[in-house]
């Protein structure tokens, strides 16, 4: 039997980033490394969960970002630097996380 985190670990990956949901592939590049696909959530912030999916060059000037936390573990983000997100340029103005997701407030111009 598997115990809860496991179970709600298994329910991140199959329910809430579920690409026939809100979940899409998104190519991420955290300068200079190159870039990198990862399933995730990338939502306008005034619209989060009414209309979670955006185009990919959006015109706003800030989204949400959420992805699986797990392949990020060992992984240092930094408030203020730059992200691209499928071409378009980023910085993070915050970061929140628990042990299964990790959500992004991304803006379009520096802090």
Do not use: H
């Not at 709600?8 to 991420?28: R, Y």
């Not at 979670?52 to 706003?60: C, E, F, L, V, Y």
């Amino acid at each position: 039997m598997k115990t809860l985190k496991e179970q709600i670990a298994q329910d991140i990956e199959k329910v809430i980033f579920n690409t026939d949901e809100f979940a899409e592939k998104i190519t991420i590049e955290f300068p200079p490394s190159d870039p990198f696909e990862v399933i995730g959530i990338l939502s306008i912030c005034e619209d989060t969960w009414k209309k979670a999916r955006i185009p990919t060059d959006p015109k706003k000037e800030s989204v949400i970002l959420q992805i699986n936390a797990e392949p990020f573990k060992e992984y240092i983000f930094v408030q203020g630097s730059e992200v691209k997100i499928n071409g378009t340029k980023y910085f993070i103005e915050n970061i929140s996380s628990d042990e299964y997701i990790k959500e992004f407030l991304l803006r379009r111009n520096k802090l």
